[in-house]
T-cell receptor, first 114, second 114 residues
Framework: NAGVMQNPRHLVRRRGQEARLRCSPM?????VYWYRQLPEEGLKFMVY????????ESGMPKERFSAEFPKEGPSILRIQQVVRGDSAAYFC????????????FGDGTRLSIL | AQSVTQPDIHITVSEGASLELRCNYS??????LFWYVQSPGQGLQLLLK??????LVQGIKGFEAEFKRSQSSFNLRKPSVHWSDAAEYFC????????????FGKGTRLHILP
């Protein structure tokens, strides 16, 4: 999965803390998607962003979760006041501007809540 | 609503045997279809994609998939599996409308017997 960089690879937080997950898309890609994967589940779409715009956040929980993709720097998925149920693998994917292109995935961030 | 069904949660085959992983989708228009593979602790790697044209698609690592519109299926095949093919396989439908959202199946975990 060269190109899409996610960090950290593993993140441990205690209940009530904040988690920040970063994603740097492939060079030249301006579309970023975040997915969540729970054990024994497929990936669930969370949010789709372009530079400085949230295009579709229909998969985001209504509270505590937010995402941004600033003009400069990586995309950030932020989870406030984490709870045990937030434990999951979070994947970022990027896509170029051209239509009909597949999404390229990073290696994910494994979030564990103590 | 759009959906992807992978009816087999686990599949076990012997090394050298042929493989077919099933995928059915529900979508009102001609979909864009993908197969991704995920090794433990890794992100998703694109095996192959179907956008249009020839319904038999060749991918990496010796995999192929056939789009059958009449059956709403996109099954993944390999004539002879190798131990390194043990992984989880995800079928996905790309909605390719305003937001290019991808809907994933829940995955099929492939086990290889020596």
């Amino acid at each position: 999965n060269a190109g899409v960089m996610q960090n950290p690879r593993h993140l441990v937080r205690r209940r009530g803390q904040e988690a920040r997950l970063r994603c740097s898309p492939m060079k030249g890609h301006s579309h970023v998607y975040w997915y969540r994967q729970l054990p024994e589940e497929g990936l669930k779409f969370m949010v789709y962003l372009q530079k400085e715009n949230i295009i579709d956040e229909s998969g985001m929980p209504k509270e505590r979760f937010s995402a941004e993709f600033p003009k400069e720097g990586p995309s950030i998925l932020r989870i406030q006041q984490v709870v045990r149920g937030d434990s999951a693998a979070y994947f970022c994917a990027s896509q170029g501007k051209e239509r009909n292109q597949p999404q390229h995935f990073g290696d994910g961030t494994r979030l564990s809540i103590l | 609503a759009q959906s992807v069904t992978q009816p087999d949660i686990h599949i076990t085959v012997s090394e050298g045997a042929s493989l077919e992983l099933r995928c059915n989708y529900s979508y009102g228009a001609t979909p864009y279809l993908f197969w991704y593979v995920q090794s433990p602790g890794q992100g998703l790697q694109l095996l192959l994609k179907y956008f249009s044209g020839d319904t038999l698609v060749q991918g990496i690592k010796g995999f192929e998939a056939e789009f059958k519109r009449s059956q709403s299926s996109f099954n993944l095949r390999k004539p002879s599996v190798h131990w390194s093919d043990a992984a989880e396989y995800f079928c996905a439908v790309g909605l390719m409308n305003r937001d290019d959202k991808i809907i994933f199946g829940k995955g099929t975990r492939l086990h290889i017997l020596p």
